[in-house]
């Protein structure tokens, strides 16, 4: 097999951690002495052992002399776990081959330095950009001190997420909704606005898949107006951001657990990139944004949006409904945010666009 086949066999091993290595990013590893698979393995769980390692392990003896292929540089910095690349050196294989650098700061090539001073061979590239749309939130947060925002939205053929009454249950089928909680089991924190929260009461939970957590829920909510039986904080885990400074509104929803925090624009609404900053700060990779048009145009304004993964219903709502994003001031072609579209599938009896934003 080639250098490429085996470094696409670490990045499926890689996938099975999707749901469960947040905050660390997915990786996959394989070690391969003359032409035989002798190791592999995948990091599963923040806080346990590294892809390398579980490799490593796996191999044994047969891990000298051999070529070891891991879908991210090896970490040479303590953390949660010890560095990866002095378990590599002690192991001693003849080459090493690595997907992509790691954009953590803390590693940034020190890690590849490390195995050449110690006389392995590197090689570095192979599917570099499959290996880093694996961990988009992570790529993110080293490179540019936010998470990944990914907005999800259903609407009907005509771009309509809800009737005018409010009532959006339900624009899609069940193989939609199913597909949607594999977006929020990927996710370190689901997004909504306080529109979202009064008119659905939604969860923002985990419900088909066992992933031993949940996202942190975030509310955008100028004037602290979260009723504190909303349903989002009935598990602990939720995190109301604010514009006011409303302190005794705030220990009413701190009694019911809920985190109370305060970034204000000066106009009075909540400072959307202030926000992503701070949630980058508590280690969120990936956010899913589950909201009303009302939030959705303000990310989207902000070029706050990375992705957007839209399900179109086979129905129409009429034109007095309501659109995925409210947006003043656009009156010329010129004023559109193009979209580059990744995938289109049928799910169900509805189609899955997921498509990028163009911001110019």
């Keep these: 097999m080639s250098d490429e086949a085996h470094i696409a066999h670490a990045l499926r091993l890689a996938r099975r951690g999707l749901y469960t290595t947040d905050p660390n990013p997915r990786v996959g590893c394989v070690v391969v002495n003359e ?76 890690g590849l330095t490390a195995l050449r001073q110690a006389g392995i061979a590197v090689d570095v590239g192979i599917l570099q950009e499959q290996a880093r749309a694996l961990n988009p939130g992570f790529e993110s947060r080293m490179r540019r001190q936010r998470p990944f925002v990914r907005a999800k939205l259903a609407v009907s053929l005509d771009g309509r997420t809800a009737m005018a009454s409010g009532e959006s249950k339900w624009i899609t089928g069940d193989a939609a909704r199913a597909d949607v909680q594999r977006w929020r089991a990927r996710s370190s924190a689901i997004l909504c606005g306080i529109g979202t929260v009064l008119q659905d009461d939604p969860s923002l939970t985990v419900r088909a898949f066992d992933i031993g957590r949940q996202p942190l829920r975030v509310v955008t909510d100028s004037n602290l107006r979260t009723p504190s039986s909303a349903k ?22 701190h009694r019911v657990g809920a985190e109370v925090l305060s970034l204000p624009t000066a106009d009075g609404a909540v400072d959307l990139a202030a926000l992503l900053q701070h949630l980058a700060g508590r280690e969120i990779n990936e956010v899913l944004l589950e909201s009303g048009p009302t939030l959705c145009g303000a990310m989207l304004a902000a070029k706050l949006i990375d992705e957007l993964v839209l399900y179109l219903a086979p129905s129409l709502m009429g034109s007095e409904a309501r659109g995925m994003f409210n947006l003043s001031g656009l009156q010329y072609m010129a004023d559109r945010t193009t979209l580059e579209i990744d995938d289109v599938r049928a799910v169900g009896d509805d189609w899955r666009i997921i498509c990028r934003p163009v911001y110019l």
């Design 35 to 110: 032409g035989v698979i002798v190791g592999e393995g995948w990091h599963q769980r923040a806080g346990e052992p590294h892809a390398e390692i579980n490799a490593l392990r796996a191999a044994g003896q047969k891990a000298r002399g051999a070529t070891v292929f891991v879908t991210l540089e090896p970490c040479c910095h303590h953390g949660r776990t010890p560095p990866c690349s002095d378990a590599l050196i002690e192991a001693n294989p003849s080459r090493v081959v690595v997907a992509t650098e790691d954009p953590n700061p803390k590693v940034a090539g020190q």
């Design 232 to 253: 989002l904080l009935a598990h602990k885990g939720a995190l109301i951001v604010t514009a006011c400074d409303d302190g005794e509104r705030a220990a009413q929803l």
